[in-house]
């Protein structure tokens, strides 16, 4: 064999060790990349596996959250308690400043804004729940939570308000058509009420409630308390030991014949609609025989005449 051609196989020789090394090398990287690629899978399953046990009990509190607030919500009574003595302290309920006597709301017209005032309270909590805890592993709860938050500010709200607003104008409705509940606050002698109207023609109640004054004797019927609706306008004290006798002539310029009544009467105009405060007198006899006069209007500005 000639020098060249052992030059040549060495040649040869040293290109097939490289290309065998260079194999190994290549299928031992690959083997070391496919095993470090089963390693991180295998290290990510064993996080989400962590991670679903750890929030296991996070969704079980939400799911019994969920089913809580459901319970309340239909039991009807909690809510509106929460409503009524809770929610009625925020501006969700924000009171009308028309209404100056809180005895004057009535249960039935502020049922349903007390019970979605509470309810909207409910809800918010219950989102406020499902949101600000980590929402990892937790997303039909979390979508659920938007949900709850979503609806509650866009439907909730807006029709607790608007209910609270209906509610408060039959309130400021029933303290001028309304009676002022005087027997139920003070001895009460005798009353009388009279279906009138406002300037503006709406119709209004006026009433004079005779009692006692502070201090006299409890059966003494010598004071005239005169209410215009629930609003006191002004009283009459008799004094010198002199009663009312709990019987009352009213006249008016609209009428041909003055009206005499007894107590707990109901006055009304006979023609053409509601009485005119200002045309209206009040004749009070009293045991001495004397008569307090006033017009509705004058003794609420307590402009009184004792003849």
Known sequence: MT?????????????????????????????????????????????????????????????????????????????????????????????????????????????????????????????????????????????????????????????????????????????????FPHADRYLNCASYTFLAKDESGRPETWQVHLGSTKGTHPRNCNRADIYRGWRFTSAYDLGNGDEFTEEIEATSTDWNNAVTAPSSTVISQRKNGRIDPANLTVHLTTEADRRLVFTLTGGANGQFELR
């Not at 260079?22 to 899978?41: H, I, M, N, P, Q």
């Not at 290290?43 to 991670?51: D, I, K, S």
């Not at 309920?93 to 049922?111: F, N």
Request: hydrophobic share 45%; with cysteine; aromatic share 8%.
């Open 3 to 179: 020098g060249p051609q052992r030059r040549d196989n060495a040649e040869l020789a040293r290109v097939v060790l490289m290309e065998a090394v260079l194999g190994t090398a290549v299928a031992a990287g690959v083997d070391a990349r496919a095993a470090r690629v089963a390693e991180e899978r295998a290290t990510e399953e064993r996080r989400q596996q962590q991670g679903r046990g750890a929030t296991r009990g996070r969704r079980e509190a939400d799911h019994g959250a969920i089913g809580l607030t459901v319970f309340v919500c239909i039991t009807i009574l909690g809510p509106y308690l929460l409503g009524h003595f809770v929610i009625r302290r925020t501006l969700l309920l924000q009171p009308d400043s028309r209404v100056y006597e809180e005895q004057a709301r009535g249960i039935t017209d502020h049922w349903w804004a007390d019970y979605f005032g509470g309810v909207t309270a409910i809800l918010a909590l219950l989102a406020l729940f499902l949101l600000v805890r980590p929402w990892a592993f937790r997303r039909t709860e979390v979508g659920t939570g938007w949900a709850v938050a979503i609806f509650t500010l866009v439907v909730l709200v807006p029709l607790t308000i608007a209910q609270w607003h209906d509610a408060e104008e039959k309130t400021v409705t029933s303290l001028r058509e309304g009676s």
